[in-house]
């Protein structure tokens, strides 16, 4: 506590020592040319509504209800405290994305405006007013210059991203009777040249949806289930802690353990890695579920990108949330683990443990931990190229993925055979693997997403991961207006003009990672080929809850 007050003491006064002077105009530039606008007028606009004469040049052109939009959005107030601003924006991700920023906002002479852009909103953020839009423009150190044509180039690729995401949603329901098949359908969802070879993307520029033949005609009267998978199982679940202590890698790992009590055969494992900066119970209501089951869980606490962690970093102990070893050691911890619970399966467990054949749920960061396990390395090629101008607008994961150029460019081998099925909730990974390792994979896969996730965005993270992914046996359950995690929530709500509780939201999604992790594992770590039927939507629509459709593709499904 102490060292993040004395930062943010020396920071304050860094800031507020500054020189009086602020913004009083900002111009905008396109092409040839150059306009001017009072940061007064928007001011004024702002806090009363009144246009005058020179603001009213540039909103003649939109309707009264986009301005009101303008003038909401203008004094939207962020709570965000100051430390946790400044620690942000010194990061990798946050020195990124205020770069890229810096671009079209820039200092008088077309310099980047980086450092004023960051030096505004802490200044800002520390202020009695707040931080909002406006405040930030007040606060500019130097007035400000707009190069509008940058501006509108980035709206535009975010523009064409969420254009992209509602058109193919609306295309996983094309056909009555196929409903929750992707029929004889060819589409071009993209013709921005630019857009495309920025995603990987190669001439033609033309992406389809194909055909492709049932294994069976589709049974318009689908059968249902002989319980409800949402539903708790039977069996009673006991939970033990233990820490195991990894003394050539010097890391603690913390463990949590859930058995069925009474189940007299072997227990098949399911392992879990959470995401960065997640607590260790963040998935318990999974863990107890699958456990009802007979399946036995345990949670792995990753020390160098857990809660405990996180919270170290925002209190100033660290430049970054986690070190880029992690991509590393992640992986190494899971086969540590098996490793550990094998000496002391006999001993402990009675040799209950099946764990010569075991499952991984993996979220976000947990995820590229299951695909490193499943033999997917590092691609430094690939991400060398995509990290050269990385775009974290529209794919904050790739500001993460990005990290792993710091470790030095060899071969990370960290398959672990024991590992057969992998459930990949929110996953991210197309640089860092690419193409060529994600096809190294070819066991049991899950995918399950959602078209609002603006962290590992659908079109260009999932389809990409999806398609490339090897295995005959791999699904992808994509919710609508479910979001990436539970602080996100009320972002989609307004995307959406949505008003739905976060009680209800984690809800839908804890029924949803049940229902789909139960009825997968069931499948592909118990042999349990009655119930592989029932990986589509039709056999699933029981369980869908509006808004949040649920649709569901297999590897019949071709992306190219």
Partial sequence: MKLKLTLLAIFSNLCLSTPAYAASTIYLIYGPFNFSLPVESLTTFTESGEIDKKLSFYLNFLSEEERLQLRKFLNTRFDIKPFTLYKLGNTYAGKSLIHLLGKGIQIPGGRNGYYAIRGSLIQTAL???????????????????????????????????????????????????????????SLQVVNDPEYLSGHGFTPPYTLHLTPYTLPQPVDKNARSLPFNPSQSGQFIVSKEIITFQDYDRQRELKTVIYLPENKENT????????????????FESLAYHLTSYGFGVVIIDHPQSNYERQQDFYQGFYQ??????????????????????????LTQFSSRLQLDKVGIFGYSFGATTAFSLAGAQINFTQLQQDCESPNGFYNISILYQCRALELPAQN?????????????????????????????????????????????????????????????????????????????????????????SDKEVIQTTENYLNALNLIFFKVYLNQDERDQDYLTHKNLEFLIQEPFNLHIINSDFSWE
Avoid: C
């Fill in 267 to 282: 227990i098949p494992v399911i392992l879990l890695s959470n995401g960065l900066g997640a607590q260790i119970d963040r």
């Fill in 320 to 345: 970054e949330p986690f070190p880029a070893t992690e991509f590393i050691d992640r992986p190494l911890d899971i086969t540590f683990i098996l490793d550990q619970l094998e000496e002391i399966n």
């Fill in 127 to 185: 202020s009695t007013e707040g931080l909002t839009i406006i405040n930030v423009i007040r606060n500019f150190p130097t007035d400000i210059q707009i190069d509008v044509s940058y501006l509108l180039k980035l709206i535009k690729e975010i523009n064409s991203l969420v254009k992209d995401t509602e058109l193919f949603m609306d295309n996983l329901e094309l056909e009555p009777v196929n409903k929750y098949y992707l029929s004889a359908v």
């Fill in 412 to 500: 990370y081998d960290l398959r672990d055979n024991r590992i057969q099925a992998i459930f990949a909730f929110f996953p991210f990974g197309r640089s860092l693997f690419g193409q060529e390792q994600l096809n190294k994979i070819n066991i049991p896969v899950f995918l399950q997403t959602s078209d609002q996730d603006v962290v590992t965005p659908l079109m260009v993270e999932q389809i990409s991961l999806f398609t490339w992914l090897s295995s005959p046996e791999k699904y992808m359950a994509i919710a609508e207006n479910l979001a990436h995690s539970r602080a996100m929530i009320q972002l989609v709500n307004q995307r959406n003009n949505l008003s739905i």
